[in-house]
C-alpha cells in the first residue's frame, strides 16, 4: 500500500525516511530509502535534499534506553537539533506513534491529510472501502478538480485503475463518507458515461495515466477489483479543541470556531466584563473561566424584596452580558384606607405601604370594629389578617305584633344604633302597648313590646234538631270567629248555614232553626193495603208504611217502606202479582212450545218438549205450573247418542274434541303418532248418529332406516326396539384385529329414516415406513396398504455385505414391526501385517480389511518383494492373493534351493548343472503370483511361512 503526502502551499511534505522492508506501505517517490530497524518502524516527513544531520540518528530521540524486545509503542519527542535553510528545513510534524503487530507497524498517524493506495492486491468496491475504513478514513473523496489533476500526476499507472468513494445508492449518484448526493458542478464523468452497461453498473473508478481522458471517471460493476484509492483526513480524531468545526484542506486544515471561541485552534474563550452587583445576591457558574463565554449568574433577593430585572445572566459571544445587572425594591402591598366610621393610623419602615408597614384601626362612638386591630404588609406583598370594618351596635330584631304591623327606619343597617319602628293593629284588632320604640347606644329597645287583641261577640247557641260548629281565629266568639249550623239527620235547615263575628263585635245574619223533611204521600196497591204510622206529621221524615196482598195474589216488593232523611221512601213501591214458576227453556239440541193463562210461565201455564235429528228425549214430554209456583214433572234433556269409546293406538296419541259428551254424536277424534311412527289408516273418525265412527280403526308403524352392513374387516352388532332396521335400532361396530375403525363406532336409526353419523370403515393399522438398509435392498408385500397390518419385508444385502438382524419383518396388529432394525456389514477378511523388513499401505471402503479393502505391500533397500504387490479383501471373506515376503537380493535362490518339506536339505557335494538351475529359475518366476499363506493346517510348514513354490505340485 502506498501512501501520497498532500503538498501545501509553503512547501511540499517529502518522502517517509525510514520504513521496514517488510511493511506493505511505501512511500509514493521513487527515492526513498528503506532500513530495517528490529522490526519496527519510525516515520517521519523532512524535504528531501536537506542536508547531514537531518536523518534518523539526529531527529529521534529516545526517552530511556533504547526499546528492547518487550517495547510496544514509540514515542519520539519533537527535534530540532538541526536547521537547514529555510527551503529545505526538516520539519518534524508531530509526535508519530508505533503499533506494533507480529513485529510490523500497524498504523501512522501524521498531522496532515494523505492520500493512500493499495499496493499488493486488487479488491472489489466493497472490500476497497473496508480497507480503507480499516487502515485510514474512506475511500478516497474528490473535492475539486485541482486534486484530480494532483492524483492523477502523482499516481501510478495500474491497468484496473483505482476506486473512488462514489457509489449508487437509491438510484442517486452519492459520496459513501459523507451521504452528500454528487452535484452536477462536481461530476467529472468521461465521454459517454456513466452508461451503466447490462444495468449494474453502481461503484465509480478513476482513469490515472490513462491515455486518454486521464483523471475522468467511469462506473463499473462493484465486484470487479481495482486498486484502493484511500485519504487520512488530518481533521482526527479531535482537533480544534473541540470548540470549532475541523475544515479539511489540501495538505492542512482550518478551524471554524464555534460561538464564543477564537484562535487558530479556538483554545481562546470570549471575555464578559466583571459583574459586581449590589445588594443583590449572585451565583455564578464558569464552564471555561470567571466571567467568560457561557458563564451565566443567576440573582436574587432577600425576603421581602423583588428582583427588577433580568433573573439570569448569560456571557454572549459577542462579549457582552445578555441583560444589564437587576435591583432589588421593597415588595409593595396594596394602599390600605380607613373602614367607614373609622380612622387609619400606619408606620412605614421601607416606603409608603411597602414591606414592614404596619397599620392601626378604630372606630368613632357607637361604633364596634370587626376584624383585626391592625395589619402588617408581608414579604408576599399581602397584608396579614382581612380588611376591618366599623359595625354599628346592634339591637335585637324586632317583629310584628301578631294581626298587626312594623314599619322601621335604619339609618346604619337593620335595627342598629338610631333604628326606629312604628306598630299598628290590623282592622278588628286593638293596640296594646307602645306605639314606637327606638333603639339606643346600649343595644336596647326603648318601652315595652306591644300586641294586638281580638274585638269580642255575643255567644251562639246551637238550635233544636242541629248543631253549631264554630272556629276561632284569635279567640272564642271574636272577631273572626265563624260558626256553622246543621241539622240532625231527618231535618233541614230554615236560615242562614253559618254566621261571622264582625269589627263592630256583631254577628251578621238572622237565628236558623231545623224542620222535619217530607216525603211523598203513599197509595195502597190494586189488589192490596196501606197500614202508616208518622212521628213528626204526616209522610215526614220517620213515617213508616206496611203493605200486604189479596188471597191468590203475592207482593212484590218490599212488605213496609220509610221515609228517610233525604225526603224519599226506602225501596221500590209493592205490587201484587200472580204467582210465578220459573221459567221453562228448551232442552240442548231439543225444543219448547208453550201457552200461558196469566203471564209468561205463571199458574196454570203448559210447555210440550221435542229433541234433534242424534238425540233422544230424556224425561216428560209436557209439564204445566201449578199455584205453589212449580212445574209439574222433573225436568226433561235431550241426550246425545253414544259411539263405542276409542282407544289410542300403539306408540300414538289419540285427540278428541267432544260437542255432546264424550264419545256421542258429533264427537270427532284425531290420530297421531309418536316420533319414528307412521300412521297407518285415517287421521281422524267421526261419531255419526247412528252411533257408529267413520273410517277403520288405525295403527301406528315404526319409520324403517336403510339396512346396515358390517364394514369390511368388521363386524355389526344391532338391537331393535320396534322392528328390524326401523326407529330406535342401535347398531355398534368394531373391527377384526389390525385393523382400526374409522368413523362413528355406533349408529341409531332416527325418526327422519336416517342413520345417526356417517358409515364407518375399517383400516389396516399402519406400522412406520421402513428403510432400505445402506448397501442392502428390501422387498416388501403389502396387503392392506404401504406398511399398514400384514405388511412384510425381506431384506438383502449387496455382494461382498452380509444382512445383521432378521431376514424379514412383519406389521402387526399393534403397529409395530416383528424383530429390530436391520442392517448390511461388510464382509471381513483376516487382519494383514507388513512383511518383515517390509511396509503395508492399506484403504478401506467400508472398514478396515473388510470387503474392497486393497493394500499395498513395499520391502526396505536391500530387501526384494516376493509376493504380489496389492491384495484385495473379496467377498468371499478371503484375500485376492496370498501376503509377499522380503527377501535379500541373492538369498532366494539359495533358499529355495535348501527348502524341502519344510526341512533344511543339505547340499554338500551336490552338483547342479547350468540348466537345472535355469529350469529352476523359470519355474519359480512363472509362478511367483501364485504363493499363498499356510493354512493351519498345512503339512507344508507353520503359519506364517511361505510354500516352496519350486516344488509344490498344486501350484
Not at 224542620?515 to 190494586?526: G, K, N, W
Not at 234433534?612 to 226433561?636: H, I, N, Y
Not at 267432544?658 to 285415517?682: E, I, R, Y
Not at 421402513?770 to 442392502?776: D, E, H, S, V
Request: with cysteine; glycine share 10%.
Amino acid at each position: 500500500m502506498h501512501q501520497l503526502p498532500c503538498h501545501g502551499a509553503a512547501a511540499e511534505l517529502g518522502p517517509i525516511r525510514t520504513v521496514s522492508s517488510a511493511d506493505p506501505t511505501v512511500p509514493l517517490r521513487p527515492r526513498a530509502e528503506r532500513r530495517v530497524f528490529r522490526g519496527w518502524r519510525a516515520l517521519w516527513w523532512g524535504r528531501q535534499g536537506c542536508g547531514a544531520g537531518c536523518g534518523l540518528a539526529a531527529g529521534l530521540g529516545w526517552e530511556g534506553k533504547r526499546p528492547g524486545a518487550g517495547s510496544d509503542a514509540l514515542h519520539a519527542r519533537r527535534k530540532r537539533e538541526q536547521h537547514c535553510p529555510p527551503r529545505d528545513s526538516c520539519r518534524w510534524l508531530g509526535t508519530v506513534r508505533l503499533r506494533r503487530r507480529h513485529g510490523m507497524v500497524l498504523w501512522v498517524e501524521v498531522g496532515a491529510w494523505t492520500y493512500h493506495y493499495s499496493d499488493q492486491g486488487d479488491y472489489t468496491w466493497e472490500q476497497a472501502r473496508n480497507y480503507c475504513q480499516t487502515f485510514f478514513t474512506d475511500l478516497v473523496a474528490i473535492q475539486n478538480k485541482q486534486e484530480i489533476e494532483y492524483l492523477n500526476k502523482s499516481l501510478p499507472y495500474h491497468a484496473r485503475y483505482y476506486w473512488i468513494g462514489i457509489r449508487k445508492l437509491g438510484g442517486i449518484w452519492t459520496w459513501v463518507g459523507t451521504r452528500k448526493a454528487l452535484t452536477k458542478e462536481a461530476e467529472n464523468w468521461a465521454l459517454g458515461e456513466p452508461n451503466n452497461r447490462r444495468s449494474n453498473q453502481d461503484c465509480v473508478e478513476i482513469y490515472i495515466q490513462r491515455p486518454q481522458q486521464s483523471g475522468k471517471w467511469n462506473d463499473e460493476p462493484c465486484n470487479r477489483k481495482k486498486k484502493a484509492l484511500c485519504y487520512r483526513a488530518s481533521c482526527q480524531p479531535f482537533p480544534c479543541s473541540q470548540r470549532g468545526e475541523c475544515v479539511e484542506t489540501i495538505g492542512s486544515y482550518r478551524c471554524e470556531c464555534y460561538p464564543g471561541f477564537h484562535g487558530p485552534e479556538c483554545a481562546e474563550v470570549v471575555q464578559c466584563a466583571k459583574l459586581e452587583p449590589k445588594g443583590v445576591r449572585m451565583n455564578c457558574s464558569h464552564p471555561y473561566g470567571d466571567f467568560s463565554y457561557n458563564s451565566t449568574c443567576e440573582f436574587g433577593c432577600q425576603e421581602g424584596f423583588e428582583r427588577r430585572g433580568a433573573g439570569m445572566l448569560q456571557c454572549l459571544p459577542s462579549q457582552e452580558w445578555s441583560a444589564n445587572i437587576p435591583t432589588c425594591t421593597a415588595i409593595i402591598c396594596p394602599v390600605l384606607s380607613a373602614p367607614e366610621q373609622g380612622e387609619l393610623n400606619c408606620s412605614h419602615l421601607h416606603g409608603d405601604f411597602a414591606f414592614g408597614s404596619t397599620c392601626a384601626f378604630s372606630c368613632q362612638t357607637g361604633f364596634a370594629l370587626v376584624g383585626p386591630e391592625s395589619r402588617e404588609c408581608t414579604a408576599t406583598g399581602k397584608w396579614t389578617g382581612d380588611a376591618p370594618r366599623c359595625e354599628a351596635v346592634f339591637c335585637p330584631v324586632l317583629r310584628a305584633p301578631d294581626q298587626g304591623e312594623m314599619h322601621c327606619s335604619h339609618l346604619h343597617g337593620n335595627f342598629t344604633f338610631g333604628s326606629t319602628c312604628a306598630f299598628s293593629c290590623q282592622k278588628g284588632f286593638a293596640l296594646m302597648g307602645p306605639e314606637s320604640r327606638e333603639c339606643t347606644a346600649t343595644g336596647t329597645w326603648t318601652g315595652d313590646t306591644p300586641h294586638c287583641e281580638a274585638i269580642a261577640c255575643p255567644v251562639l247557641r246551637a238550635p233544636d234538631q242541629g248543631d253549631l260548629n264554630c272556629s276561632h281565629l284569635h279567640g272564642d266568639f271574636t272577631f273572626g270567629s265563624t260558626c256553622a249550623f246543621s241539622c240532625h239527620k231527618g231535618f233541614v235547615l230554615m236560615g242562614p248555614e253559618s254566621r261571622e263575628c264582625t269589627v263592630m263585635g256583631t254577628w251578621n245574619e238572622d237565628t236558623p232553626h231545623c224542620e222535619a223533611i217530607t216525603c211523598p204521600v203513599l197509595s195502597a196497591p190494586e189488589q192490596g193495603e196501606l197500614n202508616c204510622s208518622h212521628l213528626h206529621g204526616d209522610f215526614t221524615f220517620g213515617s213508616t208504611c206496611a203493605f200486604s196482598c189479596h188471597k191468590g195474589f203475592v207482593l212484590m216488593g218490599p212488605e213496609s217502606r220509610e221515609c228517610t232523611a233525604t225526603g224519599t221512601w226506602t225501596e221500590d213501591t209493592s205490587r201484587c202479582e200472580a204467582v210465578a214458576c220459573p221459567v221453562l227453556h228448551a232442552p240442548d239440541q231439543g225444543e219448547l212450545n208453550c201457552s200461558h193463562l196469566h203471564g209468561n210461565f205463571t199458574f196454570g201455564s203448559t210447555c210440550a218438549f221435542s229433541c234433534q235429528m242424534g238425540f233422544v228425549l230424556m224425561g216428560p214430554k209436557s209439564r204445566e205450573c201449578t199455584a205453589t209456583g212449580t212445574w209439574t214433572g222433573d225436568a226433561t234433556r235431550c241426550e246425545a247418542i253414544s259411539c263405542p269409546e276409542l282407544r289410542a293406538p300403539d306408540q300414538g296419541e289419540l285427540n278428541c274434541s267432544h260437542l255432546h259428551g264424550n264419545f256421542t254424536f258429533g264427537s270427532t277424534c284425531a290420530f297421531s303418532c309418536q316420533k319414528g311412527f307412521a300412521l297407518m289408516g285415517p287421521q281422524s273418525r267421526e261419531c255419526t248418529a247412528a252411533g257408529t265412527w267413520t273410517g277403520d280403526t288405525p295403527q301406528c308403524k315404526a319409520i324403517a332406516c336403510p339396512v346396515l352392513s358390517a364394514p369390511e374387516q368388521g363386524e355389526r352388532n344391532c338391537s331393535h326396539l320396534h322392528g328390524d332396521f326401523t326407529f330406535g335400532s342401535m347398531c355398534t361396530f368394531s373391527c377384526q384385529t389390525g385393523f382400526a375403525l374409522m368413523g362413528s363406532d355406533s349408529r341409531e336409526c332416527t325418526a327422519t329414516g336416517k342413520w345417526t353419523g356417517d358409515a364407518p370403515r375399517c383400516e389396516a393399522i399402519k406400522c412406520s415406513a421402513l428403510t432400505i438398509p445402506k448397501m442392502g435392498q428390501a422387498a416388501c408385500s403389502h396387503l392392506h396398504g404401504d406398511f399398514a397390518f400384514g405388511s412384510t419385508c425381506a431384506f438383502s444385502c449387496h455382494k461382498g455385505f452380509v444382512l445383521m438382524g432378521p431376514e424379514s419383518r412383519e406389521c402387526t396388529a399393534t403397529g409395530t414391526w416383528t424383530g429390530g432394525p436391520t442392517h448390511c456389514k461388510a464382509i471381513s477378511c483376516p487382519v494383514l501385517a507388513p512383511a518383515r523388513r517390509g511396509q503395508l499401505s492399506c484403504s478401506h471402503v467400508h472398514g478396515n480389511f473388510t470387503y474392497n479393502s486393497t493394500c499395498t505391500f513395499s520391502c526396505e533397500e536391500g530387501f526384494v518383494r516376493m509376493g504380489a504387490e496389492m491384495l484385495q479383501c473379496e467377498a468371499t471373506g478371503n484375500w485376492t492373493r496370498e501376503p509377499p515376503v522380503c527377501a535379500e537380493d541373492g538369498a532366494f535362490l539359495k533358499q529355495v534351493l535348501a527348502y524341502s518339506s519344510g526341512s533344511a536339505l543339505a547340499v554338500a557335494g551336490v552338483v547342479l548343472s547350468g540348466g537345472l538351475i535355469a529350469l529352476l529359475a523359470k519355474r519359480l518366476s512363472d509362478r511367483e503370483e501364485k504363493r499363498k499363506l499356510l493354512k493351519p493346517t498345512s503339512d507344508l510348514g507353520a503359519p506364517g511361512t511361505f510354500t516352496n513354490a519350486a516344488y509344490d505340485a498344486n501350484l
